[in-house]
């Protein structure tokens, strides 16, 4: 029986973004390295970086990667199989598509007769079909706790008072949230996919958090969704090594300690022409030295000397380095010379920042960020740069970097994010250990 086997198999099927495909990869690795063999599953655009750069040897030969084929038409050809680059109009065809893939994936669970899978929140046919197959699912939430107790809580109680004060928005704020879990696809919105999701998978739930972080939230959403939360941690990568990073590394070796702001939106985020100049202002007022990544979407022909305003990159001089696309994100951040991250709030972005202990100023922009961005202001690590009417202000990106770098109103936030790095870092891999034994167990209850 496939529960005897001495390498257990899991199949793991994340949604079609790098924010997501990021997180299930370095899951994948984890559990490679603890004699589980791995089948990542997604589409060919997708897996073709990860191709390029999984790492040969000893443990990642039981990683396998499986090509999953989405229908293709003339608005969504191959390359539109992700959500990189993708116009924002042809996110629910997306949706639809990779839903419509539901055969192909049957197919797969068919050939490969895995012991388990593992998926993401926005397909709740993957544990139908997994159930049909009789495997046993479970779901893996790329997000905060908080964030998805969040969301959980209004779905399912939308007058009821949510009970951490911390999270208070705007009205209009909030309505944007519903109007997200709304959002239909072929016919079922956001919610349903979500909550669909949770009510599948098995007796518990992995989410890429900390309890040193997140107790309550998780805690919470244990009682809403009636599933255990087994938290995996931060699933980190590990830092690049490219020739190219060595200029930046140099000159950031010339920089006093914690002097110096990162500043980056994360991979799928392209600021507008009026963001870009409220921050290049922003960082100039603030006199703060700086390494700021710029990204323009893959559609665009802009020059960066053309997005940035006019005689920045010459009054900034050696105090500051803009990049472009792309700079080795935990590299930077695990450099002492680091001392804010000017971060989107992305989740994966914000755990990075904890665990090389780095406060964040915190500048969401959609999707879950805002919220993340609460919890990191209420837990002590970061501030939070505030719009004037829906925008930013560049007098304020200062003046939050100035506190949280420089200044003695940020000195608590600063000494609370080194204290969480430790703990952090003192844990090791405890919660990716424990999610294995419960895996484990799933698997030979089966």
């Given at each position: 029986?496939?529960?005897?086997?001495?390498?257990?198999?899991?199949l793991m099927?994340p949604?079609?973004?790098?924010?997501?495909?990021?997180?299930?990869?370095?899951?994948?690795k984890?559990?490679?390295?603890?004699?589980?063999?791995?089948?990542?599953?997604s589409?060919p655009?997708?897996?073709?970086?990860i191709r390029?750069t999984?790492?040969?040897?000893q443990?990642?030969?039981?990683?396998?990667?499986?090509?999953?084929?989405?229908?293709?038409?003339p608005?969504?050809?191959?390359?539109?199989?992700?959500?990189?680059?993708?116009?924002?109009?042809?996110?629910?065809?997306?949706?639809?598509?990779?839903?419509m893939?539901?055969?192909?994936?049957?197919?797969?669970?068919?050939?490969l007769?895995?012991n388990?899978?593992?998926?993401d929140f926005?397909?709740?046919?993957?544990p139908?079909?997994?159930?049909?197959?009789?495997i046993d699912?479970?779901?893996?939430?790329?997000?905060?706790?908080?964030?998805?107790a969040?969301?959980?809580?209004?779905?399912?109680?939308?007058?009821?008072?949510?009970?951490f004060?911390?999270?208070?928005?705007?009205?209009?704020?909030?309505q944007?949230?519903?109007?997200f879990?709304?959002?239909?696809?072929?016919?079922?919105?956001?919610?349903?996919?979500?909550l669909?999701?949770?009510?599948?998978?098995?007796?518990?739930?992995?989410i890429?958090?900390?309890r040193?972080?997140?107790?309550?939230?998780?805690?919470?959403?244990?009682?809403?969704?009636?599933?255990?939360?087994?938290?995996?941690?931060?699933?980190?990568?590990?830092?690049?090594?490219?020739?190219?990073?060595?200029?930046i590394?140099?000159?950031?070796?010339k920089?006093?300690?914690?002097?110096?702001?990162?500043v980056s939106f994360?991979?799928?985020?392209?600021?507008?022409?009026?963001?870009?100049e409220?921050?290049a202002?922003?960082?100039?007022?603030?006199?703060?030295?700086?390494?700021?990544?710029v990204?323009?979407?893959?559609?665009?022909?802009?020059?960066?000397?053309?997005?940035l305003?006019?005689?920045?990159?010459?009054r900034a001089?050696e105090?500051?380095m803009?990049?472009e696309?792309?700079?080795?994100q935990?590299?930077?951040?695990?450099h002492s010379?680091?001392?804010?991250?000017?971060?989107?709030?992305?989740?994966?972005?914000?755990?990075e920042?904890?665990?090389?202990?780095?406060?964040?100023?915190a500048?969401?922009?959609?999707?879950?960020?805002?919220?993340?961005?609460?919890?990191?202001?209420?837990?002590?690590?970061g501030?939070?740069?505030m719009?004037?009417?829906?925008r930013?202000?560049?007098?304020?990106v200062?003046?939050?970097?100035?506190?949280?770098?420089?200044e003695?109103?940020?000195r608590?936030?600063?000494?609370?994010v080194?204290?969480?790095?430790?703990?952090?870092?003192?844990?090791?891999?405890?919660?990716?250990?424990?999610?294995?034994?419960?895996?484990?167990?799933?698997?030979?209850e089966?």
């Open positions: 029986m496939a529960s005897k086997q001495h390498s257990p198999s899991v099927l949604w079609l973004a790098h924010g997501h495909m990021s997180p299930f990869l370095e899951l994948a984890r559990l490679a390295e603890r004699n589980f063999h791995v089948y990542l599953c589409t655009i997708n897996l073709k970086p390029k999984l790492p040969s040897g443990i990642f030969p039981s990683i396998q990667l499986i090509d999953i084929h989405l229908p293709s038409s608005e969504l050809p191959p390359h539109f199989h992700t959500t990189k680059d993708l116009p924002p109009h042809l996110m629910s065809d997306l949706k639809t598509a990779f839903e893939a539901k055969p192909d994936f049957c197919n797969i669970l068919t050939t007769k895995p388990l899978v593992i998926y926005l397909q709740p046919w993957a139908e079909v997994a159930r049909e197959e009789n699912a479970v779901l893996f939430l790329t997000c905060s706790a908080s964030t998805c969040f969301l959980d809580h209004f779905c399912e109680n939308p007058v009821l008072e949510y009970p004060p911390a999270f208070e928005f705007p009205e209009m704020e909030r944007k949230f519903i109007g879990m709304d959002d239909i696809s072929n016919g079922v919105t956001n919610k349903e996919r979500y669909g999701c949770l009510a599948r998978s098995s007796s518990i739930v992995l890429k958090t900390s040193e972080i997140e107790e309550k939230y998780i805690d919470y959403l244990s009682v809403l969704t009636g599933k255990e939360m087994v938290t995996v941690g931060p699933l980190l990568q590990d830092p690049t090594n490219k020739d190219e990073d060595t200029v590394m140099e000159w950031l070796s920089q006093e300690a914690s002097s110096v702001v990162f994360g991979s799928e985020y392209f600021l507008s022409k009026e963001e870009i409220e921050i202002y922003g960082l100039e007022l603030s006199k703060v030295s700086f390494i700021w990544v990204r323009f979407h893959g559609g665009e022909r802009i020059r960066l000397d053309e997005a305003p006019e005689g920045f990159q010459e001089g105090r500051g803009v990049l696309g792309w700079a080795p935990a590299k930077i951040l695990g010379g680091i001392g804010g991250f000017v971060s989107h709030c992305g989740w994966s972005s914000t755990l920042g904890v665990m090389f202990g780095v406060p964040i100023i500048m969401p922009m959609h999707l879950d960020q805002p919220l993340n961005a609460k919890l990191v202001v209420e837990i002590g690590i501030m939070e740069v719009r004037e009417n829906g930013f202000n560049r007098e304020e200062a003046k939050v970097i100035n506190e949280v770098v420089v003695e109103e940020g608590e936030v600063r000494k609370k080194k204290e969480l790095s430790e703990r952090m870092r003192e844990k090791g891999d405890e919660e990716v250990d424990l999610a294995v034994k419960k895996l484990v167990q799933l698997v030979r089966a």
